[in-house]
């Protein structure tokens, strides 16, 4: 095969159809991005839970004098209550689940309360006597958390159990959404590039028809005909990828590297994805996009190869 015709055809039909080719690249460039977009919110889906998960606690609230929920009468929690529980936390059925357990007595929840709310009009009838004094549980398999809450909840002197990885799961179902939508959108797009790309292909090969009825005479065989047509694809969804690509990086460089990384609302332990993580998904946007091309142009162009 002559390489150098094979190029010269492909860079011809490029010509031919400036604006198409444009619109390609452009169809091609919006709908990887939102596949990169895509890839990335999962992978910091992924990074997230596998961070907080580990530090999710297993909160058990005592009564306090203003409680009558759970096992509350409206009193506080005794010492021998709060021991009893300590008791069972330390029982031979439950210790190999825990990995380590603490206590925020009110005081200390009344100043987490003050930092986490500051200014809030909240603070102006909270005192540390209505909030719970608690012990924090943390799991050695967070996923078994669901065996300390039925041990302790029905345990004198407890109001409730709870699992704060509950908390986690609705932040994580709101990325998930938003990680779908990015998904279908994305779907939808590439989708609209395949026939983009078809499109361009058979107004190319019909412009042509002539010269490759020609070279079917001449004896030509189907890949010598075929391979322009799809480098022509293949090029312009290169292009695009090219450009998907450099807007991720773009993306995790300065949106979330540079603004949230930064940003005092996220904390210092907040774990972001960075650079690393944008360079490996650049390859699979170039290598998504020249194989959708490489097909839908082999697709378009086959009825111009039958005999």
Known sequence: MRFGLVLSEAAEGLRRNVAMVISVILVTFISLTFVGAAILMQMQIGQMKGYWYDRAQVAIYFCNGFDDTGNCSGSDATAAEIAAVKKQLDSPTLKPYIKHVSIETQAEAFK???????????????????????????????????????????????????????????????????????????????????????????????????????MRLVGASNRYIQTPFVLEGVFAAFIGSLLAGGAIVAIVQFFVTDYLGSAAVLGSSTTLIGPADAWIVVPILIVLGALLASLSASAAISRYLKV
């Open 112 to 214: 987490n309360f003050k930092a986490q709310f500051p200014g809030s009009p909240l603070l102006t009838f909270t005192t540390p006597a209505t909030l719970n004094e608690s012990y924090r549980v943390n799991m050695k398999d967070p996923n078994q958390a669901e065996i300390i809450i039925e041990s302790t909840s029905s345990l004198a002197g407890v109001q409730d159990v709870e699992d704060q990885r509950a908390y986690l799961d609705q932040i994580f179902a709101v990325l998930n959404a938003a990680s779908f939508t990015a998904i279908g959108l994305a779907a939808l797009m590439l989708i609209a590039a395949v026939l983009l790309i078809a499109t361009t292909i058979r107004l190319s090969a019909f412009s042509r028809r002539r010269e490759i009825g020609i």
